[in-house]
């Protein structure tokens, strides 16, 4: 359940959240639904998980109420009425994670882009709402990919995007990103619809799974079953992970704030670690017999593999628009993502924890 912040006294709104059952949809919807408005998912649970909206389905995550379509974006958009409206839209759908995106690169640059295409269309061809707002305020979720290698550290909204070449299909997540991007900016310049897209920089926490190949949930299953903690390269990489539960409500936050419309803004922590000390971080905080293993990237991936060194975000303009500062620190969020793997009955894992 998710604490009511600021915006608690908001009128009740009708929110959109495509994606609605994966890992960052959820947390959201829990969270629009605790501010009392109503929620529609979109989720053809490719790899959203029904489980994780069981406390919104079951009316535990608040006031608000919640309507599940299971279908692709734009299969459920075509489906609904003429009339039907929302006054915010949160684009979440999209292939999740580097490993997916080398193992089904078709499906992801076209599930990327035709959904987010079909999106964009359906809010600018609405009617106006009666308060007399055009189109509904719209965040495209995007991802800190985007910046490829990147130019300089840390990544600034407007810093160039230096991608690899295309014969390297790990860029084409980031390309199909890009085109995301302008996408929805090209919306708000021509059809002037209320966009926010929102650069999502390593996000972690509760209901996060492994398969997609995501460094903290492989590494807290693999300290609760003894397993060693496979990291990749020489280990001295740098991530900044940020909780679920802090990014979640940033999202609505830049909604309602017309200074973040038409704007890009990364979203996330710019606490750095390397994935060796996450790696270390992760046995002492969950008192783990684990060890740690060197895998060289082309096992882990393909050969050829080209893996950032460095990703670091420049926060100044979230803190600037909405004041965001994250209450959630690492410790915490590896506690509460193993009880959330671990099997129900389990005892609680760690042996250390932090307020
Ligand atoms: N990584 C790792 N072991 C794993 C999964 C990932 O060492 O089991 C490394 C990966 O090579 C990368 C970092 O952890 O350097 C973060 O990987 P993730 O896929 O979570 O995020 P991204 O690379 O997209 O930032």
Redesign the pocket.
Known sequence: MHAPPAQAADPRRRCLVTGGAGFIGSHLTDHLLALGHDVTVIDDLSTGRRENLADAMAGRSGPGRLRFIEATVSAALAALGPGERFDMVFHLAAAV???RVLERPIESVETNVHETSALLRFVASRPPASDGSRHAATLVASS??VYGKGARTPFAEDDDCVLGPTTASRWSYACSKALDEYLALAYHRQHGVPVVVARLF?TVGPRQV?DY????P??VAAALAGRP?????D?R?S?CFCDVRDVAPALPALLVCPAAHGLVVNVGSDDEIT?ED??LRVIGVLGSASAVER?P?AH??APGFE??RR?VPDLSRLRRTIGFRPRHDLDRTILDLAASLAPPGAPAPGRRVTA
Do not use: C, H, P
């Open positions: 994670g580097v490993k800190s990919e390593n492994g190949g995501m460094v903290l492989a590494f903690l496979r990291v990749y390269g280990g990489q991530r994935i996450l790696a895998v990237y882990a991936y893996d950032l990703r």
